[in-house]
């Protein structure tokens, strides 16, 4: 058994692997050291295969034999490593299978030792070390065993933090597109993480009281407060660029959606963005009359009732999510100068 004062480098590497920009580097890197050899490390989820590698890079053969070949072994349960059991090269390859040649080749000149183990949350990690020149002794092997289950831990550890990182930048990225920004407030009132909000007096009395509401801040902002479950604090939501009118969606958006026409996808656009039909129409540089006219044929296209049901229709749901645009120039929907003509606008294209 290795001495636990000997592992405790190890188990603080891995307590620091779901932090790590490159999980698992500064674990392989101590252990690589600790054999003066290579540390290679293959993770599975979903049949998906990370690899990590440190120390001295290994032959080509060898690192596809640890990263592609026994992988593809894994899917076979005949062929799969068990669990916590450490192999060495003569134990992985027939000596009279033709197909294990070039393996047995790469191992002529280095030695291997691997194990794996299946993590409790199902995935699959398989740990191993190679050196040159040298032969692996039984305490490398034992070293191996006893790690293994501490890094089948801190792999489901791992998986579990990039996991929650694509869930905070999914809706960072949604909370941007709607143009939010977010602050959490602990059970106290003081401020834990997110934006800097200027706390008023109905603020600190909405935050004791817990309530769902719209209250305004220091600054005179409106700020939507939502506790959070178990008196875990609040959660406050304001906007980024004050009460402006949003910026029209994509145009191309709306005319795939609704099969608009380029001029109906623009001035749908504008009109979604708040700033009303004649506002629509000036910026397109049509008349008022024109304007009305193609207000009526976007409501019976996208099946709403009047201006404000559409404002409703593009501004919920993934709409409110849609990409953005400029708004376009005054004028660039205009016919000839005098003419009371509707601008002729071509389909958008699917």
């Known amino acids: 058994m290795i001495p636990f004062a000997d592992q405790i480098g190890p188990i603080r590497a891995l307590l620091r692997a779901p932090r790590e920009a490159a999980p698992f580097s500064a674990f392989l890197a101590g252990l690589a050291a600790a054999v003066r050899g290579t540390a290679l490390l293959a993770l599975e989820r979903d049949r998906v295969w990370q690899a990590a590698t440190a120390g001295s890079p290994p032959a080509r053969p060898v690192r596809e034999f640890i990263f592609s070949e026994l992988p593809r072994r894994d899917r076979f349960p005949r062929r799969?490593?068990?669990?916590?059991?450490?192999?060495?090269?003569?134990?992985?390859?027939?000596?009279?299978?033709?197909?294990?040649?070039?393996?047995?080749?790469?191992?002529?000149?280095?030695?291997?030792?691997?194990?794996?183990?299946?993590?409790?949350?199902?995935?699959?990690?398989?740990?191993?070390?190679?050196?040159?020149?040298?032969?692996?002794?039984?305490?490398?092997?034992?070293?191996?065993?006893?790690?293994?289950?501490?890094?089948?831990?801190?792999?489901?550890?791992?998986?579990?933090?990039?996991?929650?990182?694509?869930?905070?930048?999914?809706?960072?990225?949604?909370?941007?597109?709607?143009?939010?920004?977010?602050?959490?407030?602990?059970?106290?009132?003081?401020?834990?993480?997110?934006?800097?909000?200027?706390?008023?007096?109905?603020?600190?009395?909405?935050?004791?009281?817990?309530?769902?509401?719209?209250?305004k801040g220091g600054d005179g902002k409106p700020l939507l407060l939502v506790p959070l479950p178990e008196g875990g604090g609040m959660l406050a939501f304001q906007a980024t660029e004050g009460e402006e009118p949003l910026a029209p969606i994509e145009p191309g958006v709306l005319g795939r959606l609704f099969g608009l026409a380029l001029a109906e996808a623009r001035f749908a656009a504008h009109l979604a963005a708040g700033i009303g039909i004649a506002e629509a129409g000036r910026r397109l540089g049509w008349r008022l009359e024109t304007a009305r006219h193609y207000s009526k044929r976007l409501y019976q296209k996208t099946g709403t009732r009047g201006e404000a049901a559409w404002v409703a229709r593009a501004r919920g749901g993934v709409l409110a999510l849609a990409p953005r645009a400029a708004a376009a120039p005054a004028g660039s929907g205009r016919p000839a100068r005098g003419s009371g003509r509707r601008p002729r606008g071509r389909s958008a294209t699917p």
């Open 80 to 215: 799969r490593l068990r669990d916590g059991r450490v192999y060495a090269p003569d134990e992985l390859l027939d000596p009279i299978d033709p197909a294990d040649r070039a393996w047995r080749e790469a191992f002529a000149r280095a030695d291997l030792r691997v194990v794996r183990s299946g993590t409790p949350a199902g995935a699959t990690v398989l740990l191993a070390l190679v050196r040159t020149g040298r032969p692996f002794a039984a305490v490398d092997a034992a070293r191996l065993s006893e790690l293994a289950p501490l890094v089948a831990e801190a792999a489901d550890a791992v998986l579990a933090a990039e996991a929650e990182r694509l869930d905070a930048a999914a809706g960072a990225l949604a909370l941007d597109r709607l143009g939010l920004s977010w602050t959490l407030f602990d059970a106290d009132g003081r401020v834990r993480a997110g934006a800097h909000v200027v706390v008023s007096r109905s603020l600190a009395e909405s935050l004791r009281a817990g309530q769902d509401t719209i209250v």
